[in-house]
Structure formats: structure tokens, C-alpha cells
């Protein structure tokens, strides 16, 4: 499931005669992080592409963390790797960071300066200067709705607020890639909704890496998934390919109205469905859960036997799983093959 990295398609050399992808803005090779005998990391391989959000998921001790820190330059790896947007983070970090804004768990903000105030320092602390310093702090109080508090101290905004704030940080020197760490930890839904859409408008402009636990927000937000357990990569894809994964293609619910042996019949009767349940609802109707042959769509085929039998077909759909289904899935199935 790991997005293929390719031949060499779309290689380039650059300025420094170093061999590099212009598709990707992450590259991470057999990257591995030890404290003492402990992984925080085991041989990290995936990369991202320029211009997609892609959601980091994994539980409390994954390694999220510190494979941010390590993208960030901010912590050296034990062995492997990274590269963000054709830059090695190991011994070439000032360019590195000045493509990347970093906004943490915990957004260290300086509470008692002032919105505008701040963004100004934090631009001048990554080289933007001058007129163009003033541009970026305009540009960027607009995009994330700040520019009616742009006068406030930052200690007296909401928390929703605040969070607008470190995402303007993030983005005042026009980074090519934005790395959030929880970014709609303790908001509120209005809130949430608000920082959602901020995130989304960045695609194609920026490329974001968005850890969280909140893993409806990724299904909303993300085009594609890495899960991460124990240091390890799970899995890389989309979440509409992690969901055939795990189902095989889906399982196909029909509420029908027709005599349940007739269906029963059916349905040991079509090669394509490998299962069925039959539960009884109000009325005539029975709910048909059927699971495919191989993935195979059977909708089309229900609709088809429906109108052939005059039977009453009143809801049909795929039995869709959650990216939370999903990632129990995964991490119980990787738990399961260590303890074997």
C-alpha cells in the first residue's frame, strides 16, 4: 500500500549536483531514531508529494514525534535518510527550515504581545524583512481570519483564536511544507470547522503533514493516511483504499421487501456473494448484509435482481468503515503478529 517511490521518473539534479525528486516534498529512507535499546523508530521508509495534506496518524508512543522533530532538524536520527524538498535534514538544516513551519501540541505563543506585534518578530526570527515582512503578516492575518483581533494581546483570545495565530506563524515566511501537531486539540466544533477549512485551502499550494488523534478530522482533511505503530509504517494510502483493505471491497447493505426464503435463495445462488445475514425490519422489509467475492461491487447486482422481482428496494449501500475502524484494525493485526 506504500505510495511507489518510482524509477527514475521525474528525477532531477540540482545546484548542488545531488540526484533528487521535483514530486516530492518528504523523502525518508530506513530512518531509525535509538534511546539506549529502545526504537522510537525502526526504518522508516514513505514520502510525500508536493502539494497533498497527508494525515500522520499513531498512537502515544508511535514515534509522530520524533519523526517530526527529525523532519524539522531539530533532532539528529541514529541512522537513515530524510530529505524535505530536496534538502538532507542531517547536513543541510537551515535550508530545511526555512521550508518548513512547525506548528507544536502546545503552541508556545508569547501571550502578551500583540497579534500583529508578534507575527512582525516571528517573521523578522525567519528572515522575512521589511516590506515584505509587512506583506506576510497582512497576507497571512487575512487567510486565517485574524485581522478583527489583529490588535489584541494574545493572552486575551480565545483558544480557537490562538490556534489561527500559530497557523499564521507557521505560514508567515511562505514554507513549502506545514508540519501540525494536533492542531484542533480542546475547540470547539465551530472551531474545529473553522481551522478544517483553513487547513484544506492550503492544498496545492503548500504540502501538509497533520498528526492527530482526531481521526475524523483526517478523513475530512487528508487525501492520504500514514499510520504509524511501535515505529513502525503501517500503512500508506488513501483512506477510500485502506476501507477496501479491511473489507474487502465493502459489505453491501439492502433493506428489501420480498419473502426471505427468496432471498436466501438468492444469494446462495449468486457466485459473487461469499456471506449474507438476513435480519428481519418493520413491515416486510429485510436487511440483507452481504459480504463479496473479492471485492466486487454487488450494488449493481442487488438493484438488477430487485427490479427483476418486482421486490422494493429501499435503502442499498456499502457497510463504509471509519479510518478509527481502520486503524484498530491495523494496530491489532500488527500487535498480533509480534506476540505470534
Known sequence: MNLPDGGRDGLVEDERGVESSDSWMIEVQDLTKRYSRHKAID??????????????????????????????????????????????????????????????????????????EYLKFRARLKGVMGARARDRVDVVLSQCGLEEVSGKLIGQLSKGYRQRVGLADALVHEPDLIILDEPTIGLDPNQIRSVRQLI??????????LSTHILPEVEMTCGRVLILNQGKILASDTTQNLQRMVSGGGHVVAEIAAPEPELRACWEGSPEVLEFNLSPMDGDYIRCALTP???????????DLAVRHKWKLRDLGRNRHSLEDIFVHLTHASREEEEG
Open 43 to 116: 526504518g522508516l521508509c514513505f514520502k510525500v508529494g508536493r502539494g497533498e495534506i497527508v494525515g500522520f496518524l499513531g498512537p502515544n508512543g508511535a514515534g509522530k514525534s520524533t519523526t517530526m522533530r527529525i523532519l524539522s532538524s531539530f533532532m539528529p536520527a541514529t541512522s537513515g535518510t530524510a530529505r524535505v524538498a530536496g534538502f538532507d535534514v542531517f547536513h543541510e538544516p537551515d535550508e530545511v527550515r526555512r521550508r518548513i513551519g512547525y506548528m507544536p501540541e502546545n503552541n508556545p505563543l508569547h501571550t502578551d504581545m500583540r497579534v500583529r
Open 293 to 303: 467475492q473479492d471485492g466486487v461491487d454487488l450494488r449493481p447486482m442487488v438493484f
Open 200 to 209: 484544506k485551502d492550503l492544498s496545492g499550494k503548500h504540502t501538509v503533514l
